[in-house]
């Protein structure tokens, strides 16, 4: 299983990035794939997912109404679109899969997913 994530880099605050999570064919499709991120010194937390079960995706609060996941079937590609950052979104971020279908109030636990691609680090200045 192999997830690479990329696009991350330095943005100034209400920038944009758009992050990209390339999965294998065991992955896509397949249950549950999820972004989280991490700063040094806290917890890894979570930031959204997009549930293949059900078609739809779940953010965290705190990038609700900022974040969209959305996707490419034909290149196996899920993306996260930040837009209006904030120098609080400056962590790494990762991409995860959980081969299960999650239900909704599981989706942030990141115990539930298994797959976990390397990271890819967003900086916003302010």
């Known amino acids: 299983v192999q997830l690479q994530a990329s696009g991350g880099g330095l943005v100034q605050a209400g920038g944009s990035l758009r992050l990209s999570c390339a999965a294998s064919?065991?992955?896509?499709?397949?249950?549950?794939m999820g972004w989280f991120r991490q700063v040094p010194g806290k917890e890894r937390e979570f930031v959204a997912a997009?549930?293949?079960?059900?078609?739809?995706?779940a953010y965290a609060a705190s990038v609700k109404g900022r974040f969209t996941i959305s996707k490419d079937n034909a290149k196996k590609m899920v993306y996260l679109q930040m837009n209006s950052l904030k120098p609080e979104d400056t962590a790494v971020y990762y991409c995860a899969v959980s081969t299960r279908n999650l239900i909704l109030s599981a989706l942030s636990s990141r115990t539930e997913y298994g797959y976990w691609g390397q990271g890819t680090q967003v900086t916003v200045s302010s």
């Open positions: 997009y549930r293949w079960s059900v078609g739809t995706a």
């Open positions: 064919e065991l992955t896509f499709r397949t249950g549950v």
